[in-house]
């Protein structure tokens, strides 16, 4: 079964730099779609980012494109967030997760996710 941990979060002010990763476990990372997203309180889970098994093609919430890069490493069995230009608003707890099934279409719908690691707190000071 796959786990995922996420880390890299943080205290940081508004206009400032995290790059969150995600490390998973299991030999097959590299064939499955993996997405990030976050909750902030009081707020439901929304979709931030995802990329799919290659890392060939990415997914973007219209709320951090340009701003934020998935990428991934499939050597390393890690996931990346780099989130640039951080505003109060993306204060939240970012999880990172893996769709049902290898190849996979990737989507922003969390439904199509069937692992989610535990989550880090960003929080951004304005």
């Known amino acids: 079964q796959a786990q995922l941990e996420e880390s890299g979060g943080g205290l940081v002010q508004a206009g400032d730099s995290l790059r969150l990763s995600c490390a998973a476990t299991g030999r097959t990372f590299s064939s499955y779609a993996m997405g990030w997203f976050r909750q902030a309180p009081g707020k439901e889970r929304e979709f931030v980012a995802g990329?799919?098994?290659?890392?060939?093609?990415?997914q973007y919430a219209d709320s951090v494109k340009g701003r934020f890069t998935i990428s991934r490493d499939n050597a390393k069995s890690t996931l990346y967030l780099q989130m640039n230009s951080l505003k109060a608003e993306d204060t939240a707890v970012y999880y990172c997760?893996?769709?049902?099934?290898?190849?996979?279409?990737?989507?922003?719908?969390?439904?199509?996710?069937?692992?989610w690691g535990q989550g880090t707190q960003v929080t951004v000071s304005s």
């Open positions: 997760a893996r769709t049902r099934a290898p190849y996979q279409m990737m989507t922003g719908v969390s439904s199509s996710f069937g692992y």
């Open positions: 990329i799919n098994w290659s890392g060939g093609i990415t």
